[in-house]
Structure formats: C-alpha cells, structure tokens
Nanobody, 122 residues
Framework: HLAESGGGMAQAGGSLRLSCAAS????????LGWCRQGPGNKREYVAA????????YYADSVQGRFTISKDSTKNTVDLQMNSLKPEDTSVYYC?????????????????WGQGTQVSVSS
C-alpha cells in the first residue's frame, strides 16, 4: 500500500514537494514512482526510482525540474518539483512496478490511492 501526501497550489516558477509512504519495504527490483493524470488525459509517467541502487528516471517534460529521491529507512519516495508550470497541474499518484511501465502496469494486486492534487497558476 502506498500513501501520497503533499501537493497543493503554487504559482508558475514555484515549488512543491510530494511524498509517498510505503506500508512495507519494497523489493530491490521494484520501481517506485509518480504518475499524473489531468482531466481527460491518460495517466502518464513522471519520475521513478529503482529501490535497489537508486537509479532515477524522468519523463522529458520534467527532466531538470523535478527530483525524485528515496529514504530507505522510512520506505518513502519524495518528489521535489521546482520551476513548476501550469501544465504540471494534475492529480499525482504514487505507484510501484517492475519497470517504467508501472503507471500502466503496476504490480499485480496494487490498488491506486486517491492521489494528491497539484495546481499551478500562471
């Protein structure tokens, strides 16, 4: 089970931080990350981190602006979002999978949380 927190409202150019807390310790092979879904849009991959080793991955749209990190002692994954743009407005979800398709194919039995709203005004 993953629980999202953080988010809120920001002006363009501002920053927000999201946090995702796992109820148990992920496996080293797991990829944990963030997905987002705007009104009328499909859920898309934003940023991810492999639990074992900590390699990070970013969608082109957020590369250089967002930073994903993990805390292995707390089983959390954070997303620091800087230089926010209005097009970043969306509901953000945390998910877990075995590869970068985790937003479309999360782990079997994974239940999506409610997500957290991020709204960026121009």
């Amino acid at each position: 089970h993953l629980a999202e927190s953080g988010g809120g409202m920001a002006q363009a150019g501002g920053s927000l931080r999201l946090s995702c807390a796992a109820s148990g310790r992920p496996y080293s092979s797991h990829v944990l990350g963030w997905c987002r879904q705007g009104p009328g849009n499909k859920r898309e991959y934003v940023a991810a981190i492999r639990w074992g080793g900590g390699r990070t991955y970013y969608a082109d749209s957020v590369q250089g602006r967002f930073t994903i990190s993990k805390d292995s002692t707390k089983n959390t994954v954070d997303l620091q979002m800087n230089s926010l743009k209005p097009e970043d407005t969306s509901v953000y979800y945390c998910a877990v999978g075995t590869d970068l398709w985790y937003c479309q194919q999360p782990l079997r039995g994974f239940v999506w949380g409610q997500g957290t709203q991020v709204s960026v005004s121009s």
